[in-house]
C-alpha cells in the first residue's frame, strides 16, 4: 500500500467486492483506525474523542469537519475531500444498488 502522508490512501479495512466495507456498520474505533491508517494519526483523535461512528461520519457536513472537530484546516479539507465525501458517495451508490 502506497502511504502518501496526509493524503489519499485506502485503509487497512477488510476490502469486500473491491470495496470498504459500510461506513454505516463502523463503530468509532473503526473511523479511528481508518483515518490512522490513511495517515492522519494525530487527526484520528479528534474522531476518537467525539465519538463519531460510521453514522455519524456519513452525516458529517464539510463544515462538521471543518470546524466542528478542531482540526488544522490543511488536514480536515484533505479528510474531508479525500476520504468522509468519497464514503459517502461509495455508501450511497451501495444502498441505492441494494434497493
Do not use: C
Not at 20 to 41: C, I, Q, R, S
Amino acid at each position: 500500500m502506497e502511504n502518501k502522508t496526509n493524503g489519499s490512501v485506502e485503509a487497512k479495512l477488510v476490502v469486500e467486492n473491491g470495496q470498504l466495507p459500510d461506513p454505516a456498520d463502523w463503530a468509532f474505533t473503526d473511523v479511528v483506525n481508518y483515518f490512522k491508517a490513511a495517515g492522519f494519526e494525530e487527526q484520528a483523535t479528534a474522531f476518537q474523542d467525539q465519538e463519531i461512528d460510521g453514522k455519524s461520519l456519513l452525516l458529517m457536513t464539510r463544515n462538521d469537519v471543518l470546524t466542528g472537530l478542531s482540526i488544522k484546516l490543511g488536514p480536515a479539507l484533505k479528510i474531508y475531500e479525500y476520504h468522509v465525501k468519497p464514503l459517502q458517495t461509495q455508501h450511497l451508490k451501495s444502498n441505492a444498488n441494494a434497493s
